[in-house]
């Protein structure tokens, strides 16, 4: 509940349109209803053959009230919908409030794709929230309830009648539907994510399923549970028409009671036969938007439960930034000392008692195959999280005790996989210095062999309209308008020609000349000038050493160099 | 939009029995008129009391219970129609898939058409439970309404004919500004909408560049910016239903202004009669107005829909397999005549390829990145189709056997093979085609070197793998992909050697069982490795996509400049 008290607090920050919402609402309510009533009387009225003038009057009210309930239901939506909208954007940026200082450790707990996936989701769906749970049940409350104040100066006894009508298609029925909702176990929202995990299983994998022939099985599976989930689906909506109907029935039934009880009143004399009409299209009107009333408990159990969801994500990680700040802006040292990390899934251990040093301005060459460990210690220099045993330390102080912020401030990285944003070329680089211009862009596309590109060039979403090759050197560039003297780069030109990673190698070297440089990579080629090749297998670091060192040392490297040279193609 | 109807077609019973529920729905309505008119006649005008009017009151109740019966029965028959609709398009759609071949852009493709088989289909969902029911209601009810109307009182009817037509035109008119209005801003909006998981998809590029904290400025105006365009789009659609409410409040007041003067100045029409015309016409126009609600959602699931035909219709390469049996002792004789395979129309060629692999011979593909290898060896492996040219396998086409006849032979080694979510052992398992016998599995381990990891891990054969098990290096998904041959025991491997270096054990372990395995099997193999190559019996060099050379290392060493120079400058050595 503490987190829909969260959106509830979010919500509430709209006053303003939320006063408008239900103002007009009731407005559009109660004209409504005094439309139709107030055409019930006139043709009363009319019946008994009054005098013009009497009857003008009401022609005009019917008129002003159809024009006030068509104007009112029209400023209703719009700040409704102004309303829903702003409070969407105070969720998203409260959850980033929330989510912002836990990142990027969060994203080693959960899958990042899922969990994004899943928030987004979250967010979207509490759109609901004010159009369908907040709102709408005040509103009604209030034109039933002057409806009811309404009829009493007639009769109490009709009035009652509305009051119990309210009852029943306020409370009884969506309690009951809540009841009924709550009985089918098998959920539509874990049903589709059963359903798109296995879809996406069946397709990523459909090469090797047909091989195997298990192709058609599968598939039987996949059909299986899609069949769960539109049965799912099928039934919940079921329940939903089935709700409305239950207060359909119910009002109904209502406006029917009305007609009896009016009746037996006229005929005991308690009641004018000529408010007969319109007590009946009164009822029939009140009762009209009651309909949707049977889901709102449905609803607000779907958005406590996505608000639960979004809400309880932070503050999991229990990981916070230390308060010492680095003095130095040169190169910074590093060192690691018997370290120990592991993924929360995995049982063997990413890295394991690796003693590393990276002395200020050397160069780090850390080599070894896909899934040796290796990123793991960019992430763990770049104090992205902590080790489970053992110590790193930067420039001497425990890593651990040192802001976040200030070695991010001194360091240079590129990660394997580097995020570009929305935009333009620009719009990525000024995030790197916020005061270059476009000359000085140029220049550095230029100079990472990006000519073709100018700031104006648009970036899709993730860089999807840029190659592998293209990323990579973009992400070159970005760093290079940085002006720090540490590089972490992991694997920064897998992607790019041969020709060309040479060129921009040198380049590199020219700049960082001074530099700490740590560089990942599994290729061996143009390591001869590092200061300390690491070689880690299996998080493991089994081999340190010069080049010229390792090559006649003949161990792993030197046979991993060996089996580079028979590669091609 | 031919489909569409098609699926309604199948579905007539739906949908008579939607047609059905609105014609008992108008004789409800109209029931409903006449005894709420009946009722106040004999008690207000009359002067009866409750006894005079016990019958009618009774039947009321009556035909207000058929009312929400036939409503209901509505709603519930819509959500039904659209269920069976969205199973009948996934059906399709899974039909379509599982019968084409596998393409190259393998990852890409199956995203879109997770995409499009969970998204564009529930979307569709609002055009067969809302717009659907409701076009069928608007079209019946006003139409035996008016008939009614115009029986009981002519003039009224006129009035109702004159004015109703400007209902429909309006939201045309308006439906097509709408239109408009949200394609020119339809862009804007997704880049609007999209800046919140960009950023969060960000998040940590933009800590390292210490640019986080300001991004909470850039999600509120973004947001802010969308609610803006969004209520400009929305804006028009509530100034639409505004519209049409006032429409239809204008004619209910000429008839009631109609009525009103036949009633006191003429004095020619009796209350009856004038009660039941203005309880009817309002409900006249009701069913019309929600018709221009329908429309708007209706309009968006037509997009959903057209993306899903679209999936569903597009040309794809279908894979054709015969019905003989394949029995095999040994390796089978494979030959290779003018294999062609093109993509699209005027697409990337591959071909034509000439190859004769007699039994237990090794073959080796060779070739820079997207010369056509791959694509190569999946026509080997039958799972895509030759455009040109035939695979002969013993002397018969590749398509004349049964697809498992084949497929039972074939072991494909792929750089990435797929880990299912199961156990280790049935990831394994998978790869046999059959129950295998005891002590079988752990044979394969032990040849793919998963033997020693499967003893570390606490529950050995039972860890589970894939998704939301514990993830792979890529040196053991290697092994992995070798045990599942090893189980399987293949006269066919087919292999696509890693393009990297994987850890040294690995590479050993890879090495040795290939030699081991192409003991009894033909081997066709992409090749990356240079000794791979030169143990291969012949070579196909391939260069965008046609052969630049074939025979054996020596002859190719010799006559064709580009493999020389790809198996001397390999990518240890330096290019200058």
């Known amino acids: ?569 | 939009m031919k489909e569409w109807n098609l699926l309604l077609k199948k579905e007539w019973k739906k949908v008579s029995v939607i047609i059905l529920a609105a014609l008992l729905l108008t004789l409800s309505i109209i029931g409903q008129g006449y005894l709420f008119v009946t009722i106040v006649d004999r008690v207000f005008i009359e002067g009866g009391g409750l006894s005079a009017v016990l019958v009618p009151l009774t039947l009321l109740l009556g035909v207000l219970w058929l009312r929400t019966g036939v409503s209901t029965a509505i709603a519930r028959t819509g959500v039904r129609l659209a269920s069976g609709a969205k199973r009948m398009m996934r059906e399709r759609l899974l039909h379509k898939i599982s019968g084409a071949s596998v393409g190259e852009s393998g990852q890409v493709e199956a995203g879109r058409r997770v995409s499009v088989f969970m998204d564009a289909v529930e979307e569709t969902d609002s055009y067969f439970s809302g717009y659907v029911p409701q076009v069928i209601q608007s079209l019946i009810v006003p139409f035996f309404l008016f008939i009614t109307i115009a029986m009981i009182h002519l003039n009224s009817a006129f009035i109702i004919l004159a004015t109703s037509p400007f209902i429909p035109l309006f939201y045309i008119i308006i439906g097509m500004k709408t239109k408009e209005k949200s394609e020119e801003k339809v862009e804007e909006m997704n880049a609007l909408s999209g800046k919140f998981l960009d950023i969060l998809q960000g998040l940590t590029t933009l800590k390292l560049f210490r640019k986080a904290k300001v991004q909470k400025e850039t999600i509120e105006t973004s947001s802010l910016r969308f609610r803006d365009a969004t209520m400009e789009v929305l804006k028009t659609a509530f100034v639409s239903s505004l519209m049409l409410e006032l429409i239809s409040m204008l004619s209910i007041g000429l008839i009631a202004l109609e009525i009103a003067l036949q009633l006191i100045i003429f004095e020619n029409m009796n209350f009856f009669t004038a009660f039941f015309i203005l309880i009817l016409a309002p409900e006249f126009y009701n069913y019309l107005k929600q018709l221009g609600f329908a429309f708007h959602t209706g309009r968006t699931s037509m997009g959903a829909a057209s993306k899903v035909f679209e999936e569903i219709n597009k040309p794809e390469d279908e894979m054709q397999w015969g019905e003989k049996e394949l029995r095999l002792s040994r390796p089978p004789h494979i030959t290779l005549r003018n294999v062609t395979y093109r993509y699209g129309e005027d697409g990337f060629h591959t071909g034509p390829v000439s190859v004769d692999l007699p039994p237990g011979k090794n073959l080796a593909i060779a070739g820079r990145t997207g010369s056509g290898k791959s694509t190569l060896l999946h026509l080997i492996s039958g799972l895509m189709p030759v455009k040109e040219g035939t695979i002969e396998v013993e002397e018969e086409d590749l398509h004349e056997y049964r697809e498992d006849e084949w497929m039972n032979h074939v072991s494909y080694i792929s750089q990435d093979p797929y880990i299912f979510s199961g156990t280790l052992e049935e990831n394994i398992i998978i790869g046999a085609g059959r129950r295998p016998a005891a002590g079988e599995v752990e044979t394969a381990l032990e040849k793919a070197g998963l033997y020693e990891l499967t003893q570390r891990l606490e529950r050995g054969m039972d860890t589970l793998l894939g998704e939301g098990g514990r993830g792979l290096s890529g040196g053991e998904k290697q092994r992995l992909a070798l045990a599942r041959a090893f189980l399987k025991d293949p006269y066919i491997v087919l292999l696509d050697e890693p393009t990297t270096g994987l850890d040294l054990e690995t590479e050993r372990i890879l090495s040795e069982s290939l030699t081991e395995l192409s003991q009894q099997a033909t081997m066709i193999t992409v090749a990356h490795r240079l000794h791979t190559i030169r143990e291969s019996d012949e070579i196909l060099f391939l260069e965008d996509g046609r052969v630049a050379g074939q025979g054996t290392h020596e002859e190719l060493f010799g006559t064709v400049d580009e493999y020389r120079r790809m198996t001397t400058a390999s990518r240890g050595v330096e290019v200058q």
Do not use: C
């Open chain 1, 1 to 569: 509940m503490k987190e829909l008290r969260t959106v509830l607090a979010l919500v509430a920050r709209e006053k303003k349109d939320i006063w408008f919402s239900i103002v007009f609402g009731v407005l559009a309510g109660l004209t409504t209803v005094g439309l139709f009533g107030a055409s019930g009387y006139l043709i009363s009225k009319a019946a008994l053959a009054p005098p013009l003038y009497t009857l003008i009057i009401v022609i005009a009210m019917v008129k002003l009230f159809g024009f006030t309930r068509a104007l009112g239901r029209y400023v209703e939506r719009l700040f409704s919908h102004r309303a829903t909208f702003t409070i969407l954007s105070h969720i998203r940026t409260r959850f980033f409030e929330l989510l912002e200082p836990e990142v990027p450790h969060i994203f080693r707990k959960y899958r990042s794709g899922d969990l994004l996936a899943r928030v987004i989701g979250d967010v979207e769906s509490l759109q609901n929230f004010f159009l369908r749970v907040y709102y709408p049940p005040i509103v009604l409350l209030i034109v039933f309830l002057s409806t009811i104040i309404f009829t009493a100066f007639f009769s109490w006894m009709l009035a009652l009648l509305f009051f119990l009508g309210l009852v029943i298609v306020g409370v009884v029925i969506p309690f009951i539907a809540t009841l009924k909702q709550r009985k089918s176990q098998y959920s539509v929202r874990e049903g589709r994510g059963i359903l798109s995990t296995k879809l996406a299983e069946w397709l990523y994998g459909f090469r090797d399923l047909k091989i195997y022939q298990k192709q058609e099985e599968t598939e039987a599976e996949l059909r299986e549970s899609m069949e769960k989930y539109e049965a799912a689906h099928e039934r919940q909506q079921l329940q939903m028409a089935g709700g409305e109907g239950w207060n359909l029935l119910a009002s109904l039934t209502a406006t029917w009671a009305v007609v009896l009880v009016s009746v037996w009143q006229i005929g005991a004399g308690e009641l004018d036969g000529i408010f007969l009409a319109m007590f009946i299209m009164i009822s029939l009107m009140v009762f009209e938007d009651a309909g949707p009333m049977a889901n709102v408990p449905r609803h607000l159990e779907d958005n406590r439960n996505a608000a639960e969801r979004l809400f309880s994500l932070p503050g999991r990680t229990g990981r916070h930034s230390g308060d010492v700040s680095l003095e130095s802006s040169g190169p910074l040292s590093f060192s690691m000392e018997n370290v120990t990390y592991s993924f929360p899934e995995s049982l063997t251990p990413a890295l394991q008692d690796a003693t590393i040093s990276f002395p200020a301005g050397s160069k780090t060459a850390i080599v070894g195959a896909s899934g040796s460990g290796k990123s793991t210690i960019q992430q763990l220099l770049l104090s992205m999280d902590v080790p489970e045993a053992g110590f790193i330390k930067v420039q001497g102080e425990d890593m651990q005790r040192v802001s976040q912020e200030s070695v991010w401030k001194e360091v240079n990285a590129i990660l394997q996989e580097s995020h570009f944003f929305y935009g333009t070329v620009r719009d990525n680089l000024l995030l790197a210095d916020k005061d270059a211009d476009d000359r000085k862009m140029q220049e550095v596309l230029e100079r990472v062999k990006l000519p073709h590109l100018s700031p104006e060039h648009p970036v899709e979403e993730k860089g999807g309209n840029l190659s592998g090759g293209e990323k990579q050197r973009l992400a070159l560039a970005r760093v290079y308008l940085k002006p720090a003297r540490t590089w972490i780069l992991d694997e920064p030109f897998s992607s790019v020609d041969a020709l060309t990673e040479s060129e921009l190698m040198q380049d590199f070297w020219e700049t960082a000349a001074q530099d700490t440089v740590i560089l990942i990579s599994h290729n061996l080629k143009g390591l001869e000038q590092m200061d300390n090749i690491v070689v880690v297998e299996q998080g493991q670091v089994i081999e340190k050493g010069s080049y010229e060192e390792l090559m006649e040392r003949k161990g792993y490297f030197y046979r991993m160099k060996q089996l580079e040279n028979t590669l091609i193609g």
